[in-house]
T-cell receptor, first 112, second 111 residues
């Protein structure tokens, strides 16, 4: 079946621009996670949704980062006034249960 | 969640078993050991997880020591496509708990 999809796959933004990254989870998966992966590092947790409720946003690095999942399916990660340090791969994962998380291919964001 | 320690890199000859170690000396009784891998430019992929007993699936085997302070992921017959970064994670299995990935072990399978 279809896996987790993310769009766009690549995004180049000028410093100060706003960006929106989309995640389509596997159908029926209740849980959705966003991670940020800097070059050469492992993924780091940003935020977590259970259905439409954002239950944990402790990993969001600043108030410029905002995530939503209004209907409990598709999720959008928005970054306002992008900075160079925001350059990274943003990964989305979904889960049906408490065990496996299925990851999308990620969106590579480059801020120039 | 407990922290893990992995060697930064390893090599393995194609066709041989790859044995990837992980130390998790502060693991709690209710924490599982998970292994994920990440092939270049892809998202992490689940491999296997376990609590106390050794586990095997079509991809790999997971050997957990009796005191649960360390584990080994075994890829029985490594292929070039197994070249990836392998992450060992310990985690309380509870809805909403994120994974703490660390920096993993970069495995290179050599022809």
């Amino acid at each position: 079946g279809a896996g987790v999809s993310q769009s766009p796959r690549y995004k180049v933004a000028k410093r100060g621009q706003d960006v929106a990254l989309r995640c389509d989870p596997i159908s029926g998966h209740v849980s959705l996670f966003w991670y940020q992966q800097a070059l050469g590092q492992g993924p780091e947790f940003l935020t977590y949704f259970q259905n439409e409720a954002q239950l944990d946003k402790s990993g969001l690095p600043s108030d410029r980062f905002f995530a939503e999942r209004p209907e409990g399916s598709v999720s959008t990660l928005k970054i306002q006034r992008t900075q160079q340090e925001d350059s990274a791969v943003y990964l989305c994962a979904s889960s049906r249960d408490s065990y496996e998380q299925y990851f999308g291919p990620g969106t590579r964001l480059t801020v120039t | 969640d407990a922290k893990t320690t992995q060697p930064p890199s390893m090599d393995c000859a194609e066709g041989r078993a790859a044995n990837l170690p992980c130390n998790h000396s502060t693991i709690s009784g209710n924490e599982y050991v998970y292994w994920y891998r990440q092939i270049h430019s892809q998202g992490p992929q689940y491999i296997i997880h376990g609590l106390k007993n050794n586990e095997t699936n079509e991809m790999a085997s997971l050997i957990i020591t009796e005191d649960r302070k360390s584990s080994t992921l075994i890829l029985p017959h490594a292929t070039l496509r197994d070249t990836a970064v392998y992450y060992c994670i310990v985690r309380v299995t509870n809805t909403g708990n994120q994974f703490y990935f660390g920096t993993g072990t970069s495995l290179t399978v050599i022809p």
